[in-house]
């Protein structure tokens, strides 16, 4: 009796069944372990492009704001470079009865004794030593036959080598710096007149053409 119940349940199944659906079954599990590979790769790209999107917003957002801060900090060590030359014309011209140096080889007569060489050098002008000129007509006179001294600079930013006024700051609005006879230091717009070679008035009876020495 119990081998007849045997070979009614064999009845059951038809032979081969049973691996086909061991084989069913599988398949189905490397399809559901597919999905969630392909699911995973899919998510890691999505954080690696939104990553690299909000990378890049940060560094188009931030890159303005540091050029802002250079160009900020460039221009006040200018100013103050300036500053400090005026300081020195004005120790310069306490030692040689009143004058300014003369013209040509001013920056020898400042340099080492009342100012540094660095201090010559306009840190917005790379490829010059020298990014300041002395305006020409004041060489070798005296600082106090110097009328409106608000109105005539002593130093100003200069295209290198020349008498030119450089307006290199400002951006957009671009502007010279100056440091005036008056030891006033501030910028100049391209509207605003500057003459570095208008002559000065003079005392009366005084030789114009006379130097420190003189």
């Known amino acids: 009796m119990g081998s007849g119940r045997l070979g009614c349940c064999r009845s059951v199944l038809p032979a081969g069944r049973g691996g086909e659906m061991v084989a069913e079954q599988t398949r189905k599990s490397k399809w559901r372990k597919a999905g969630l590979w392909t699911c995973g790769v899919g998510s890691a790209l999505v954080v690696m492009v939104l990553c690299a999107f909000v990378g ?13 801060v250079r160009s900020k900090a460039t221009r006040t060590k200018c100013l103050s470079q300036l500053h400090q030359l005026s300081l020195a014309m004005k120790e310069y011209t306490d030692d040689h009865a009143g004058r300014y140096p003369r013209h040509q080889g001013w920056e020898d007569a400042l340099v080492p004794t009342y100012v540094g060489r660095d201090m010559l050098k306009c840190p917005s002008e790379k490829n010059a030593d020298v990014g300041y000129a ?19 600079p002593v130093f100003y930013d200069c295209e290198p080598g020349t008498q030119y ?11 010279a710096f100056a440091a005036f006879a008056d030891g006033d230091v501030r910028r100049v717009s391209p509207g605003q007149m500057i003459r570095p070679t208008a002559e000065p008035e003079a005392t009366e009876g005084e030789d114009e053409g006379a130097g420190p020495d003189g």
């Open 56 to 68: 890049t917003l940060i560094v188009a957002i931030a890159f303005p704001v540091f050029s802002r």
């Open 134 to 152: 002395l305006s020409e007509s004041l060489g070798g006179r005296r600082a106090r036959d110097v009328k409106s001294p608000d109105t005539v």
């Open 165 to 175: 006024v450089a307006h290199r700051h400002g951006g957009a609005a671009p502007a």
